[in-house]
């Protein structure tokens, strides 16, 4: 009988622009690297060519790894990366996008350990980076109440890990406040998260990222649908919030 692995990790990936297969190639070799072997890789593909599979396929004699086809999903990192949690087997599911990369050898087992006064999600230390190497802004994690709105204060989605049987979906209705979103809701229905302080993701930047070329009419339909979502109970700071990213969105 199989035993279920202690961490997914679970990256959704595609061809971006040419540079998908060679970033999630930069990124398993951070994960081979890593000084616990308790995990598995699910990464599914939304790629029309053959490069992140062929990687998949390069290095599934390293690690357990399966590659999940989701060409026909919707094309949007939310809807690829529920897809990913959906096959997980893990006690714990860790997001991790493509082009985003693992930092120090250490960085599963601190998330594992992290779960171990049980808390049901947890985010932790990130910095930039252009070239996966430099390490560039580092930046504890922070939540605040209307973090939903889009004055991100904890990162990308590649900080956050989840109980897998207390986990959330990404909304599939949103793109820019797809991780906003997400830690609200979480924040409000299991509770604080453990924080690991330590940098144990490096964000790479590139021009293809979603974060640098979200058009300003979708900002504007995202924090209007998010306000409504969440309109019970909202409070004057929540509206002053929202107010100040319609403005900065025109």
Known sequence: MSTAPRISICIPAYDMGGQGAAYLAQSLDRIAA?????????????????????????????????????????????????????????????????????????????????????????ICGSATTPDGQAVDNPMVPRLHPQIRFGKNTVSSPSVLAMRRDRALAFDENLIWLMDVEMYHR?????????????????????????SASVAPDLRRRELTYVREKHKAGETFADRLAYLKQVLKAR
Request: charged share 20%; glycine share 6%.
């Open 34 to 122: 890593q000084d616990f072997s308790d995990f598995e890789v699910i990464v599914s593909d939304q790629s029309d060519s053959p490069g992140v599979a062929d990687t998949c396929a390069a290095y599934a004699e390293r690690f357990a790894l399966r590659r999940v086809e989701f060409a026909q999903g919707p094309r949007q990192s939310s809807a690829n990366a529920n897809n990913a949690m959906r096959h997980a087997t893990g006690e714990i599911v860790k997001i991790l996008f493509q082009d985003d990369l693992l930092h120090g050898d250490q960085a599963l087992r601190l998330t594992a350990q992290a779960f171990d006064a049980g808390a049901d999600w947890m």
């Open 186 to 210: 979480l924040a409000q229905t299991r509770g604080s998260p453990a924080i690991v302080p330590q940098t144990l993701i490096l964000n790479r930047l590139h021009p293809g990222q979603v």
